[in-house]
């Protein structure tokens, strides 16, 4: 039965969304389909077709009370709105659907595992949310919440874990069929932790132990967990609040971390071996993972960040968008990151230069537009000396553009928004350390209207930052410090 509060959720994106024109939104990334979206949720193959849900507020573009939007996909990039998908529409959570995620159940149906929070009021006459978890089962469009809701709630705690930070289970079936999930928790003392629980059914679940555990080393309460095995190894991907920066590997604010380690199946035991972020850019948080049918991992996160909201404003008809959806591999004992490959066929009227020799500033003709996908890699002009600063600029017109900048004596590459229009004093640069590329610095750039996502050195490293410049600033230009040569291949992508 579907109830009252999801009904008009329903009726009203269904009327609102007519008012947005396909031009307005992000050509094959996922947005809102009208309101507020964050969080990826329940990102899982399911009937043949991707489904992704999403923290939804329809009715503001701004958080609110949370509700989970649904959007399907068969390639990654063609995403179809279904009718949104949960509303807070029972006593357990009233207050919000939170993040959680998703898995096929033997019988067929499908299963959503969700935060939800219900608002208790303290003996010092505050409120604070109380986070349980629980369950709804449905067909891929219709969703039927469970009735022994909440199927966790802190009974089901270790000692010392908070009952208020109690969120985001990421769910996933184990080989022997039993299921798995991993929450985010907080302990009394304030540092994060992921705990481990299992279940026979999906159903009854059982509490294990503590997977991992901040210990006050990457932020405070850790959100949004994932786990998963990738090229022989495990990863535990998190996303961090109130973040401490730790030289530019790690920025303050909210942040993302894949921690790679090795994993004992029999006693669920998980060795951290190495930590780095997620994503080095400026919108990027909350990433959720699905397996493909043929082996893939494919990652989406939010692309965008808590602290930078306001880079848009709440008038506008729609915001938060997905990222790229991205392939995750491990190369020497790091995560590296390449846009799916299903990205090729959008890609179409092609452009090359070969070795072009240039100082200062450089044009080329072909080299524009919002759609793209861009690759370039720039050397030191041979028997010259090396050069000062490389820049790339984009979403580019007389008073804006969006730039990329690298400095090969320091191995510094910096995106840079602050010229993009953003009228907000929030953060619009970030800094990265690039490793290596003084010799040869490859780059493989994607536009898509309102974004801009840059995988480096083969997906080595990602950088993602949003601008909502107007969409007749289509240039590109390059710039250089000194004498550089540089190969450009740029397709555009489908509209
Ligand atoms: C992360 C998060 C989650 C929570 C959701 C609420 O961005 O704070 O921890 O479930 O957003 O919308």
Redesign the pocket.
């Known amino acids: 039965m579907t109830s009252q509060t999801l009904r008009e959720a329903r009726k009203y994106e269904d009327m609102v969304e007519k008012t947005i024109q396909k031009k307005e939104r992000p050509n094959f990334h996922l947005c809102a389909r009208v309101g507020w979206l964050?969080?990826p949720n329940g990102f899982s193959y399911y009937k043949g077709k991707y489904h992704m849900f999403y923290?939804y507020y329809p009715y503001e573009s701004k958080?609110g009370p949370?509700h989970w939007g649904h959007a399907v996909s068969g390639d990654f990039l063609h995403w179809e709105y279904l009718p949104a998908a949960l509303a807070p529409d029972e006593f357990y959570d009233k207050d919000?659907c939170?993040?959680?995620s998703a898995a096929a159940l033997p019988d067929g149906r499908h299963l959503l595992m969700?935060?939800g929070?219900l608002k208790e009021r303290q003996k010092n006459g505050e409120f604070r949310e109380v986070?349980t978890q629980c369950l709804a089962v449905g067909d891929g469009i219709d969703y039927e919440k469970y009735e022994q809701n909440p199927v966790l709630d802190e009974k089901d705690l270790p000692d010392e874990g908070s009952r208020f930070d109690f969120?985001?289970p990421k769910i996933w079936q184990k080989k022997d069929g039993s299921y798995a999930c991993v929450i985010?928790n907080r302990q009394t003392g304030g540092s994060g932790q992921i705990l481990l629980y299992t279940s026979p059914d999906g159903f009854r679940w059982n509490y294990k132990k503590v997977l991992a555990a901040n210990n006050d080393r990457y932020g405070r309460?850790w959100?949004?967990p994932d786990f998963f095995e990738l090229d022989g190894k495990w990863v535990l991907l998190a996303?961090p609040?109130d973040m401490l920066p730790q030289g530019l590997e790690y920025h303050n604010g909210?942040g993302t971390l894949c921690l790679i380690g090795d994993y004992d199946e029999e006693t669920e035991t998980f060795m951290e071996l190495h930590n780095q972020s997620v994503d080095y850019g400026i919108d990027f948080?909350?990433p959720q993972t699905v397996l493909t049918p043929d082996g893939r991992r494919v990652m989406i996160g939010?692309m965008q960040n808590?602290d930078t909201c306001s880079l848009r404003l709440p008038e506008e008809p729609w915001m938060g968008q997905m990222s790229l959806p991205r392939e995750l591999a491990i190369k020497d004992g790091k995560l590296y990151q390449t846009p799916v490959r299903e990205l090729e066929k959008f890609r179409y009227s092609k452009v090359e230069y070969n070795s072009v020799s240039f100082s200062n500033i450089l044009r080329l003709d072909g080299i524009h537009g919002r759609c793209v996908d861009m690759e370039l890699v720039v050397r030191p002009e041979e028997g010259q000396k090396l050069y000062q600063k490389f820049a790339v600029r984009f979403a580019q017109d007389e008073n804006y553009h969006t730039s990329l900048s690298f400095r090969p004596r320091e191995s510094i590459l910096k995106i840079d928004r602050k010229f993009s229009g953003s009228r907000r004093a929030i953060i619009h640069q970030r800094r990265s350390f690039v490793e290596g590329a003084d010799t040869k610095l490859k780059l493989r750039i994607i536009l898509d209207r309102f974004s801009v996502e840059v995988f480096v050195d083969d997906g080595r490293q990602v950088l993602s930052a949003t601008m909502y410049t107007d969409q007749t600033a289509d240039g590109i230009s390059f710039f250089v410090d000194g004498t550089a040569v540089i190969d450009v291949v740029k397709y555009d992508l489908c509209e």
């Open positions: 964050n969080d923290q958080w949370m919000g939170f993040s959680g969700y935060t929070v986070q969120r985001d985010g309460m959100e949004c996303s609040q909210n948080y909350a939010w808590w």
